[in-house]
Nanobody
Framework: VELVESGGGSVQAGGSLRLSCAAS????????VGWFRQAPGKEHEGVAA???????SYADSVKGRFTISKDNAKNTLYLQMNSLKPEDTATYYC????????????????????WGQGTQVTVSS
């Protein structure tokens, strides 16, 4: 299994970015996939996740600004990030969970089995 993120970069506050996560070795349609982030000196934080049934979960800090989606034909996961804030600055990782999980656990790092290498997002004020 390989997950490869792309789309990170530097933007000013209020700007937008779209992150992509290309998957190989598993089908994003069959499993839960999610986005996490880690800022310097902080722990991994669950950002958004989408389960195989299409159910989604978002961290309160990104609700209304970020949207998770997937293209099953391309086997790719996306994170559209709008109205970016300096506090969104972090390395963003995609992850896949091959077990069925309750929605209450979808933003927990411990339930995910496979991780990408991360892509940096920097938001300046």
């Amino acid at each position: 299994v390989e997950l490869v993120e792309s789309g990170g970069g530097s933007v000013q506050a209020g700007g937008s970015l779209r992150l992509s996560c290309a998957a190989s070795g598993l089908a994003v349609d069959d499993y839960a996939v999610g986005w996490f982030r880690q800022a310097p000196g902080k722990e991994h934080e669950g950002v958004a996740a989408i389960r195989s049934d299409g159910s989604t979960s978002y961290a309160d800090s990104v609700k209304g600004r970020f949207t998770i989606s997937k293209d099953n034909a391309k086997n790719t996961l996306y994170l559209q990030m709008n109205s970016l804030k300096p506090e969104d600055t972090a390395t963003y990782y995609c992850a896949a969970d091959v077990q069925w999980e309750e929605m209450t656990r979808m933003l927990e790092t411990a339930v995910y089995d496979y991780w990408g290498q991360g892509t940096q997002v920097t938001v300046s004020s």
